[in-house]
Nanobody, 121 residues
Framework: QVQLVESGGGLVQPGGSLRLSCAAS????????MGWYRQAPGKQRELVAR???????NYVDSVKGRFTISRDSAKKTVYLQMNSLNPEDTAVYYC???????????????WGQGTQVTVSS
């Protein structure tokens, strides 16, 4: 059974920084793309950042230059470094991993439990 555990959320003042982590555990053959999504109250969930197995990254325009996604494949962990946070970044952040349980499997999407990020003075 695969489990994803997120950590690192919290309350931060505008201009501050947070680092989110998401670690996968269980019987996993490999992880393809890793990403972070967020959902603010009354809004749809949106992709914030994504990193492929080769290390290519993409970001939603609103976080470019402020957020950095990275992965440690050996640790089955994805990170999101968030700098220059502003109140519009307030949301529940979810990690999403495309996981293969066996060599010939197609990857399936797994989600973390979500972690609250609140940016407020």
């Amino acid at each position: 059974q695969v489990q994803l555990v997120e950590s690192g959320g919290g309350l931060v003042q505008p201009g501050g920084s947070l680092r989110l982590s998401c670690a996968a555990s269980g019987s996993i053959f490999g992880i393809d793309a890793m990403g972070w999504y967020r959902q603010a109250p009354g809004k749809q969930r949106e992709l914030v950042a994504r990193v492929t197995i080769s290390g290519s990254t993409n970001y939603v325009d609103s976080v470019k230059g402020r957020f950095t996604i990275s992965r440690d494949s050996a640790k089955k962990t994805v990170y999101l470094q968030m700098n220059s946070l502003n109140p519009e970044d307030t949301a529940v952040y979810y990690c999403n991993l495309a996981i293969r349980l066996r060599l010939m499997d197609q990857p399936d999407d797994y989600w973390g439990q979500g972690t609250q990020v609140t940016v407020s003075s």
